[in-house]
């Protein structure tokens, strides 16, 4: 959840309200101001905006302002000319909606992109590389994406485990051991059974990669690493999941390629090799698309 929804929806004091009436309003514009020119603005008093700091998890002011205000500026960012919940309308021709969907998915991949801290990702693909097997926990379309993940990574001769029946996840905790790793995707990070599986692998010291939204949520807390999945689209109140989707699979995309340069040449001829192996019944009609004779 982000700092600006808990601002809205959260009990507050009369006094802190007030607090966080001025800082729905001015958004950036408090950046410069000091704990004690917040509070002569608001007609409080410095302890009232530690206290408020301090309900919405934080020690003190200076940690709250920087991620207000980082969360304030990636709202601000991206998705300016178009609606990610909503990038149609029901008049628009099928030229005007291919372009609007093509625009979406342009933006998708920047904000996804702009999401993404160096250290986490290459802690990320480190865990992978030295992971037994690489067990992927999804629902819905998450899952079907991580699919997508599983066969490439499967094909460098990587394993990965995925529960694909909803329910069994719990069960999944009794085949993971220290050794390996749990990758875990969900938008809302909600979703009690994964928090519960997440838990369980957290006790046996199971090291969990999170893709998940920005703000806060239950399953992030159990995550060794996060990596943030474009936020930008309500739960249910939308077209499709276009942008959250084109997001996870860009993340599962980027940390298979980044794995398979880990040990390219190795993992460029498991690939060739692995595919001859299996595909001897496909074919190519199209000169682009024919293999070499060597």
């Known amino acids: 959840m982000f700092i600006v929804q808990k601002l809205e929806t959260m009990h507050l004091s009369s006094s802190q ?8 309003d001015k958004k950036l514009e408090i950046e410069n101001l000091t704990i004690y020119e917040l509070a002569r603005e608001t007609y409080t008093s410095p302890a009232t905006i530690i206290r408020l700091a301090k309900k919405l ?10 991620d207000f205000l980082d969360e304030q500026k990636y709202i601000l ?5 178009i609606d990610p919940n909503f990038p149609f309308t029901k008049n628009d021709t099928i030229q005007t909606i291919a372009s609007k969907m093509t625009i979406l998915t342009k933006e998708s991949a920047e904000d996804t992109l702009s999401l993404i801290k160096h250290d986490n990702l290459q802690k990320a ?6 992971s037994r097997v690489i067990h992927l926990s999804a629902i819905s379309y998450s899952l079907l994406l991580g699919q997508t993940f599983q066969l490439n990574m499967n094909r460098i001769g990587k394993l990965v485990n995925i529960c694909s029946v909803e329910g069994e996840e719990l069960f999944m905790s009794n085949l993971i051991q220290k050794e390996d790793c749990l990758l875990m995707i969900s938008y809302s990070g909600q979703i009690d059974q994964m928090i519960q599986l997440a838990r369980l692998a957290k ?13 806060d949520n239950e399953l992030k807390k159990y ?21 959250n989707e084109n997001s996870i699979k860009l993340i599962l995309d980027i940390l298979y390629a980044c794995y398979f340069e880990r040990d390219y040449e190795t993992n460029l001829n498991k690939r060739i090799h692995i595919s001859k192996e299996s595909e001897t019944t496909r074919v190519a009609s199209l000169e682009i698309m024919k293999e070499s004779e060597s």
């Open 125 to 130: 693909v480190s865990l992978l590389q030295k």
């Open 203 to 215: 006790r046996k010291g199971v090291p969990i990669i999170v893709i998940t939204s920005l703000g």
């Open 77 to 81: 960012t991206h998705f300016k000319n």
């Open 223 to 243: 995550g060794d690493i996060v990596l943030n999945i474009s936020t930008r689209e309500k739960l249910y109140s939308k077209i499709g999941g276009f942008v």
């Open 57 to 66: 998890g934080y020690e003190g002011y200076e940690a709250f302002k920087k």
């Open 17 to 24: 309200s007030e607090v966080a009436r001025y800082l729905l």
